[in-house]
């Protein structure tokens, strides 16, 4: 399952100051071209994002790099989903996809694909043919969650640290009960390397047993958790337990170590969801462009409008992502993108929306 979220001190700065074409966001379908529904998904998230919006709309490339430019395609797909009269907005950016070199394998056209591979593909791309490195920066910040690998002796303590970037938080659910807080802390948690898996210590000069421990560095504005729920213990199956979250996520929660950049509320804008099994499925969307709209879920050309405000509920086993965005006072948000079945819940509890998955 994937969430996407905002962080809420730069989200209501954000919407306050985005022009009239930001502030009323148009929720419309699109066409399937032979499971395509994944993408789909993708796009219309990316257009409830304004922030990556601005960003693409400052970025002009030559005209003989339109055709295979990835992130060009991709700001005239988000420009396009705005003209109602357009009959196939995303049809030359699913044509750019298929045509690059670089996804061919993973982005044939009628085969399934997995959402957060292809998020990342289309974010790595955006690095590497943005011809503007310093908006290709920006881009790169709005989703990047800076971690630190550290992996220490249980022998003399030493401590050896690996800085590494993730666009999506990847979080594992247990068998049982989960909540979304629950996974992240787990995310964090100290972890004893098991018998066999012993690391060189550069201090002993020998192998010695290990502690393994992944520390939050700093968040982005736009932050994506991946729900994990494929085990792969012989065969390849989903994990159907629900994860239960609110509508604010607050990021504050690791552990006393945390950095102060790791730390931050979020509010909740967008859900990617797939229904399916572990080896086929579809991919729908939920979203809610602005606070002051509804929410839409988005199942590729048909596109309803959730009137009672709430996050609808899902009546299938699902897997989602989830986007949310910065916030200033308490909140969290999620969007997702890959392997996660989901059964989504809504309910009031002590008048906090609760979403059980």
């Known amino acids: 399952m994937g969430l ?3 962080k809420m001190a730069s989200y209501y700065y954000m919407r306050c100051n985005y022009s009239l074409d930001y502030h009323r966001v148009y929720v419309r379908g699109l066409s399937n071209y032979g499971l395509t529904c994944c993408i789909n998904a993708l796009l219309q998230s990316f257009s409830a994002t304004p922030e990556l919006l ?3 709309n400052k970025y002009h490339p030559p005209e003989e790099a339109e055709l295979n430019n990835v992130p060009m395609q991709l700001k005239n797909a988000l420009c396009a989903m705005k003209d109602t ?3 196939s907005p995303h049809r030359d950016f699913l044509d750019c996809l298929h045509r690059h070199s670089i996804h061919r394998m993973h982005l044939t056209r009628f085969t399934e694909h997995d959402a957060d591979e292809i998020f990342h593909s289309i974010l790595n791309l955006t690095q590497k043919q943005m011809t503007d490195k310093d908006l290709a920066e920006e881009i790169r910040k709005l989703y990047e969650i800076k971690v630190e690998t550290q992996v220490m002796c249980k022998e003399c303590s030493h401590i050896q640290k690996t800085p590494n970037s993730l666009y999506s938080l990847p979080l594992a659910i247990r068998e049982g009960y ?8 787990s995310f964090a948690q100290q972890q004893t390397l098991r018998c066999g898996e012993e690391c060189y210590c550069d201090r002993c000069m020998m192998k ?4 393994h421990q992944l520390k939050l560095v700093s968040l982005p504005s736009v932050l994506c958790i991946h729900l994990k729920r494929f085990r792969n213990d012989g065969i390849t199956r989903k994990l159907h337990n629900r994860v239960t979250f609110l509508e604010t996520l607050n990021m504050n ?9 790791a730390k931050g509320y979020y509010s909740l804008y967008a859900v990617i969801v797939h229904i399916g099994t572990a080896l086929c499925g579809h991919y729908t969307a939920y979203i809610r462009p602005t ?3 509804n929410w839409c879920y988005a199942d590729d050309s048909t596109v309803r409008q959730k009137k009672d405000g709430l996050l609808a509920s899902v009546q299938k086993d699902e897997r989602e992502c989830i986007w949310i965005t910065e916030r200033n006072s308490a909140g969290f948000s999620s969007h997702d993108i890959t392997h996660n079945m989901v059964k989504c819940i809504e ?3 002590n008048r906090t929306k609760v979403i059980n998955i």
């Open 4 to 6: 996407s979220w905002i």
């Open 54 to 56: 601005e960003l693409l």
């Open 85 to 87: 009269n357009h009959h």
């Open 178 to 185: 989960n909540t979304l807080e629950s996974c992240v802390q």
């Open 208 to 211: 010695r047993p290990f502690t």
């Open 253 to 261: 929660i690791c552990n006393d170590g945390q950095s102060e950049n």
């Open 291 to 293: 606070q002051d709209q």
């Open 347 to 349: 309910y009031f509890n």
